[in-house]
């Protein structure tokens, strides 16, 4: 947990609830943190559920591990505390998002439990729902995909620290919802997080 250094500063609160905010959008806000070895298809599952929801009139923003390391984390590099501060960072723009009414879906690897788990409770102590859907798919298989062809450096020794090959991932013991990538298309995979958000009543505020 990053520590507070900047002092003499005092939390403003708003005249706006969150529960206002999701009214006005008729919808709840959430966090849909996918997590999974690369080339499991997180990126490609939150680009078509990014834009389902949009085509249904719900308010989704997707955010992207290669694409938030290109501005917000542009600092950090793969070492384990930066991995952590990645997903800190990540976690607190979600949480906002999610507390503003938005369908907030992350695309993360996300390799470390301690640090996810750290990001589902700054959602619950913020009363915000956060689902963590793994994107369950055998590395054999994650690494016959390849698509940035990031498998073959780390094999060849040019990438160190690589996710699945020399450096672990630990999956989630409790996912909200388990997505084998190696079995399901990518139209099944959406349907099944749309399928868990409309059971949650995520879809609908009051």
Request: proline share 4%.
């Amino acid at each position: 947990m990053a520590e507070q250094i900047a002092t003499n500063i005092t939390w403003h609160e708003g005249a706006v609830t969150a529960a206002e905010r999701h009214k006005s959008l008729g919808q709840t806000g959430a966090t849909i943190w996918m997590t999974g070895l690369p080339a499991s298809g997180k990126s490609t599952i939150a680009v078509a559920l990014e834009q389902v929801l949009v085509q249904r009139s719900r308010c989704a923003y997707r955010l992207d591990g290669d694409n938030v390391r290109h501005g917000l984390n542009k600092n950090l590099g793969f070492s384990a505390e930066d991995r952590a501060e990645n997903i800190r960072r990540i976690g607190e723009v979600a949480k906002l998002f999610a507390d503003a009414g938005l369908i907030t879906i992350t695309s993360f690897i996300s390799p470390y439990r301690a640090d996810r788990d750290q990001v589902r409770k700054l959602h619950a102590d913020a009363d915000l729902p956060f689902l963590e859907v793994f994107v369950d798919c055998p590395l054999d298989v994650a690494e016959q995909r390849d698509p940035k062809g990031l498998y073959k450096k780390a094999r060849a020794g040019e990438i160190k620290g690589f996710t699945g090959i020399d450096d672990p991932y630990e999956p989630p013991l409790h996912p909200e919802l388990t997505l084998r990538t190696d079995q399901l298309s990518v139209a099944q995979s959406v349907q099944s997080v749309l399928d868990l958000l409309q059971q949650r009543g995520l879809l609908s505020a009051t």
